[in-house]
């Protein structure tokens, strides 16, 4: 297993984790990392979580030679990119005016979405920060050259909503529209009951998770 560096900023660390370095220098890091433990000297698949997916792909692309590279399993990467800063955004910004006119009826001001937004942006705890933001337009051209170079690839996609407390609301972290290179069932497969958290855990052998995983392997 390599690990890589995904600090989380000191205001967000027990909400959310916000990687603070850029894909590049990331795939930079983790291609030296393989070159350091000899990864690449004989046949080898690269099994990437979340945004390591992301990670491991640029890297593919850039800073790796694949002549052993036999396969990648990307477990829940937002590949194409994911929504869900949007629309957790949208909604916080939505519910939480709504709050402050029951809870200060006194000042008979709603306070409107820009300066809601503004004003946690000044206390900070930005919402535009809630989550790693994946823009999926720089994506496209990433997915057709991986394509092109003729990988073996397999994704695995979350078929449970994330329920967030704060908000109320069930949200996909990386939705299948996100997670997939292409339209094939043979190699797109949605993990049932299981949310973006739990999807790379495998609590025993015949755990979807697993029994997939197993099968792209041999």
């Not at 829940?76 to 709050?99: C, E, H, W, Y």
């Not at 823009?135 to 690839?153: C, M, P, Q, T, V």
């Amino acid at each position: 297993m390599v690990r890589y560096d995904s600090k989380r900023l000191e205001r967000e660390h027990f909400l959310f984790n916000i990687p603070d370095h850029d894909i590049d220098s990331l795939s930079r890091i983790l291609a030296h990392d393989f070159s350091q433990a000899g990864i690449g000297k004989r046949p080898y698949l690269i099994v990437a979580y979340s945004m390591g997916g992301v990670v491991a792909r640029h890297m593919i692309l850039n800073y790796l030679s694949c002549s052993n590279l036999r396969g990648v399993a990307f477990l829940g990467s937002p590949l194409r990119g994911s929504t869900m800063r949007d629309q957790i955004n949208n909604d916080i910004k939505g519910i939480v005016p709504a709050f402050h006119r029951v809870l200060s009826p006194l000042e008979n001001v709603a306070i409107s979405n820009q300066d809601f937004n503004q004003h946690f942006m000044d206390s900070g705890f930005p919402l535009s920060k809630l989550t790693t933001f994946v823009d999926g337009s720089k994506h496209e051209a990433d997915n057709a050259r991986f394509l092109a170079l003729g990988i073996r690839y397999i994704c695995l996609i979350e078929a449970k909503k994330t329920y967030f407390h704060a908000v109320g609301k069930k949200y996909y972290f990386v939705p299948r529209s996100c997670a997939i290179l292409e339209e094939r069932d043979d190699i797109n497969f949605e993990i049932a009951h299981k949310t973006h958290s739990n999807l790379q855990q495998a609590e025993s052998r015949e755990d979807q998770t697993f029994t997939v995983l197993q099968g792209f392997i041999d």
